[in-house]
């Protein structure tokens, strides 16, 4: 799936909403929600492949989330799709799109037990009846929803939406999108499961209904989508784990909204091939070993060679003309790279030196990582480095510093707990960044890059759960240092390691295990990919 334009970028709700107001301002009432639905139109009969006779059910809430599902499958229903709206608040629905759905043929049933006839549609979903909760125009029916789901404190999922849902090939999740807060509510949560245990394709619109799509924490229950219909704008949710996890593939369609976000800062971005390739650290004829950045390696113990090993096999594909091993493993280093540097001394007295990283397998060695610190060239500090650095001295450098912890590292660093940085990575990442003073990469299923000035952060697209596997991101640190000797920026080469080693480990797994050493051999071949 090489994608060969730039930059893939999210943007936050509030922005979102804002060139939303300022395009609707300038086209037709309506006209965005109907570019949204014909996109999803279109993603929703290419996932059943025929539309012809495909039961079709639209779970549907009580905004414009909801509106944009009924609009879309009024369309589906007049390419021949038998199409059921299960109205989730049959007091409160998009009066357009419940209007346009029955026009085209489609059914109307009601959620719950009690709501039934309010909607003008009993269980057994006759669709003829008119409704008691839309009205003919485009705005939302009025109703109290003193009955309704959005109250969720009715009664029974009536029998025959179960039903129904039961018996769909396509769900249409059009319960909540960018107007959501917390997780789903329990009668929706109940439909979803049964969409869920049904084994219908799940397409959701704009979002995971249940997913915050500013931070991609899921509190509560949401649903699992095997595509998501994104319209306008990636929101941030779409690409950061546990929320991308529920969103399955994504489909962005192009609503006109833009030119508006242009006035917008980005909150999320992801490098794109093209945007890597350009960021690469491609030699010269002017080029020699030292020009090309030379890049020091304090890593590695008498207990934890390994770690000096793989992060130099990380360093030696990243760019930098010489590799600068510093430290007691030499001889293990030296075995398997005749090519390093290396030296037994203090970090200070080594030489030359454009870039460092320290911290891979470092043990309790604090004397060795202090004098990195003090350095004033760019720093990544990793994994016992993390654990061992003074805080204060890592504020006080004025070269660039990366830091790049897992999400242990990370709760330790921050003191909160492994799983409150898991379910919150972007917060966790952004406020690393601003205590440290620092560039971090988090890593994890999702990896992300904050710089300490704010900005957009960046999301890794490359990303493999192959690579969870010891030593790993001891390649990434080499890697990503030696990035910052060849002349990137922290925020560049943290998300161009990332970018380079993710694709590595995706080449040298092909659906296999793979060990750390197997990623490092493959980083030639990402970056001939890139390249290419
Ligand atoms: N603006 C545009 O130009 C375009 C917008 N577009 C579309 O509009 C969508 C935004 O529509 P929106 O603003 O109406 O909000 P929406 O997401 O439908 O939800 C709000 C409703 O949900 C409810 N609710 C809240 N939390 C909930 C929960 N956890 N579980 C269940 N229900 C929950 C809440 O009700 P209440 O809390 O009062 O019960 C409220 O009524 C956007 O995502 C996109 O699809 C496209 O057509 C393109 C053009
Ligand atoms: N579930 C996952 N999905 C994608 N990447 C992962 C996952 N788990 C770990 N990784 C990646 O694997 C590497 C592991 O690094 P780290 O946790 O430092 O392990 P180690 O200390 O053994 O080298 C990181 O690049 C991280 O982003
Ligand atoms: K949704």
């Known amino acids: 799936m090489r994608e060969t334009w730039g930059m893939r970028t999210a943007y ?57 599902a ?3 499958g009024a369309r589906l229903a007049r390419r021949g799709a038998g199409v059921t709206a299960v109205l989730l608040d049959p007091g409160r629905v998009h009066g357009g799109g419940l209007a346009a759905l029955r026009g085209a043929g489609g059914r ?49 999922v009536a029998e025959g939406a179960l039903a129904v849902v039961g018996r769909a090939q396509l769900v249409v ?17 109940r439909l979803v499961r049964a969409a869920q245990e049904s084994g219908a394709l799940i397409v959701s619109v704009d979002l995971p209904s249940g997913v915050d799509a500013d931070t991609g924490q899921v509190r509560g229950d949401a649903v699992r989508a095997d595509a998501t219909v994104t319209f306008g704008a990636y929101k941030p949710g779409l690409l950061i784990d546990p929320a991308r996890e529920h969103a399955g593939a994504v489909r962005l369609v192009d609503i006109g909204l833009d030119a508006e976000l242009a006035a917008y800062d980005r909150d999320l971005e992801a490098l794109q091939y093209v945007d890597v390739d350009r960021l690469l650290p491609v030699p010269t004829a002017e080029s020699d070993k030292y020009r090309r950045g030379v890049v020091g390696i304090v890593a590695g113990s ?70 990195v610190v003090d350095a004033e060239v760019p720093v990544l500090i990793d994994a016992d480095g993390l654990r061992l650095v003074d805080h204060a001295a890592v504020r006080a450098r004025t070269a660039p510093t990366l ?36 560039t971090v990469l988090l890593k994890g299923s999702t990896t992300l890059i904050a710089a300490p000035g704010g900005g957009a952060v960046r999301v890794n697209p490359t990303g493999t759960s192959w690579l969870a596997t010891a ?47 197997d990623v490092a051999d493959a980083v030639p071949l990402a970056w001939r990919d890139v390249r290419g």
């Not at 660093?413 to 952004?430: I, M, N, T």
Request: charged share 15%; with cysteine; glycine share 22%.
């Open 403 to 438: 830091l790049t912890p897992h999400a242990g590292e990370a709760a330790a660093l921050l003191g909160v707990s492994r799983a409150e940085v898991e379910a919150a990575r972007l917060d966790a990442v952004r406020e690393l960044a601003a205590r440290y003073g620092a």
């Open 302 to 371: 008498a207990r934890y060679p390994g770690a000096a090993v793989l992060a130099v096999a990380g360093a030696l594909r990243g760019g930098a003309g010489a590799v600068r091993y510093v430290g007691p493993a030499a001889d293990a280093v030296i075995a398997r790279f005749p090519e390093a540097l290396v030296f037994d001394g203090p970090p200070a007295k080594a030489g030359r030196v454009q870039a460092w990283v320290a911290g891979p397998g470092l043990g309790d060695d604090a004397a060795r990582l202090r004098d």
């Open 70 to 72: 009924l609009y879309a």
């Open 108 to 156: 109307v049933v009601d959620a719950v037990v009690g709501g039934e006839g309010r909607s003008g549609a009993g269980a057994g979903g006759g669709g003829d009846a008119d409704s008691g909760g839309a009205g003919s125009g485009s705005g939302r029916g009025a109703g109290s929803g003193a009955a309704g789901f959005g109250s969720g404190s009715v009664g029974d």
């Open 471 to 517: 030593g790993s991101g001891d390649v990434l640190s080499g890697l990503a240092g030696s990035l910052l000797a060849a002349g990137l920026g922290a925020r560049d080469a943290g998300s161009v390691a990332a970018f380079l080693h993710g694709l590595a480990a995706r080449l040298a797994a092909e659906g296999a295990p793979v060990g750390a050493q």
């Open 173 to 189: 999740d059009g319960i909540v999108g960018i107007g959501g807060t917390g997780g789903l509510r329990p009668l929706a949560g």
């Open 12 to 68: 936050c709700v509030e922005s979102v909403r804002g060139a939303e107001r300022a395009l609707m301002a300038r086209v037709p009432e309506g006209a965005l929600m109907q570019r949204a639905a014909a996109g999803l139109a279109v993603a929703c009969g290419q996932l059943l492949g025929r539309v012809y006779g495909a039961r079709v059910v639209l779970l549907v809430g009580s905004g414009d989330n909801g509106g944009d």
